[in-house]
C-alpha cells in the first residue's frame, strides 16, 4: 500500500520570498515520486520526479525537491516564488505491484502576493 | 507533438442518463490510465490499460462505470444511470514503457472532462 500526505493544504508567500510545499509519503516498496502542477482550469502538468537516481531531483521553472527517505518525505522548493507559480501542486507517489497507478495527496494551493 | 486530448470538455446530464467519456492517448503511448477528481475525493485512480487490456480495474467505484480500448489507442469510459455523486473532472493519461517499469513512467495527462449531472 502507498499514500501521500501534503502537510498544508495552503501555502501564501510574497513574490521573491521562497517556497516550501511539504510532502510525506508511504510506500512498502521502493518509490517513485513526482509533483505535478495544476493551474486553474488546466490540465496536471509534471515538475519534477524522482526514481531512485539523485536524491536532489531539479525541475522546470526553478522548482526542485530532494527525496529523504530516513524522513520519508519529498518536499519542494523554490528559491524565488514568482506571480505565475500560483497553483494548486500535488505531491504523487507510484510503485512496487500498482502497475503505474499513482496515489496522489490532497493538494496544496500556492497563493503568491505580490 | 499532440498531448493527450479528452472529448467532450464539459458534459451535463441528467441523473440516469448514460454518458461516454473519450480519451485519445498520445502516440505510440501504450499504457493508458484513467483518474477522477473531486472537491470530497481529490484525485483517485480508477482504471489502467497496457494495449487493449485492463490489469487493474480496482479503482472503478460500481458497476455503472465500465471503459474500453480498442486498437491500443483510444479509450472510452461509460457511466451508467448516472447519479449527482459522479460529477466530477475525469482524467486521462498516458504513458510510453521505458526500462524502469511502469512505476517511473511520466504520466501525461489530458485536460480532462467536467461531468455535471444534475
Known amino acids: 500500500a502507498q499514500s501521500v500526505t501534503q502537510l498544508d493544504s495552503h501555502v501564501s508567500v510574497s513574490e521573491g520570498t521562497p517556497v516550501l510545499l511539504r510532502c510525506n509519503y508511504s510506500?512498502?516498496?521502493?518509490?517513485?515520486l513526482f509533483w505535478y502542477v495544476q493551474h486553474p482550469n488546466k490540465g496536471l502538468q509534471l515538475l519534477l520526479k524522482?526514481?531512485?537516481?539523485?536524491?536532489l531531483v531539479k525541475g522546470i521553472n526553478g522548482f526542485e525537491a530532494e527525496f529523504k527517505k530516513s524522513e520519508t518525505s519529498f518536499h519542494l522548493t523554490k528559491p524565488s516564488a514568482h506571480m505565475s507559480d500560483a497553483a494548486e501542486y500535488f505531491c504523487?507517489?507510484?510503485?512496487?505491484?500498482?502497475?503505474?497507478?499513482?496515489?496522489f495527496g490532497q493538494g496544496t494551493i500556492l497563493t503568491v502576493h505580490p | 507533438g499532440a498531448g493527450v486530448s479528452q472529448s467532450p470538455s464539459n458534459k451535463v446530464t441528467e441523473k440516469g442518463k448514460d454518458v461516454e467519456l473519450r480519451c485519445d492517448p498520445i502516440?505510440?503511448?501504450?499504457?493508458l490510465y484513467w483518474y477522477r477528481q473531486s472537491l470530497g475525493q481529490g484525485l483517485e485512480f480508477l482504471i489502467y490499460f497496457q494495449g487493449n487490456s485492463a490489469p487493474d480495474k480496482s479503482g472503478l467505484p460500481s458497476d455503472r462505470f465500465s471503459a474500453e480500448r480498442t486498437g491500443g489507442s483510444v479509450s472510452t469510459l461509460t457511466i451508467q444511470r448516472t447519479q449527482q455523486e459522479d460529477s466530477a473532472v475525469y482524467l486521462c493519461?498516458?504513458?510510453?514503457?521505458?526500462?524502469?517499469?511502469?512505476?517511473?513512467?511520466?504520466?501525461?495527462f489530458g485536460p480532462g472532462t467536467r461531468l455535471t449531472v444534475l
Open positions: 510506500s512498502s516498496y521502493s518509490p517513485s
Open positions: 502516440s505510440g503511448h501504450t499504457a
Open positions: 493519461a498516458s504513458s510510453s514503457r521505458t526500462s524502469g517499469g511502469l512505476s517511473t513512467d511520466t504520466q501525461y
Open positions: 524522482y526514481t531512485s537516481a539523485a536524491t
Open positions: 504523487v507517489v507510484s510503485g512496487g505491484t500498482s502497475y503505474g497507478k499513482l496515489t
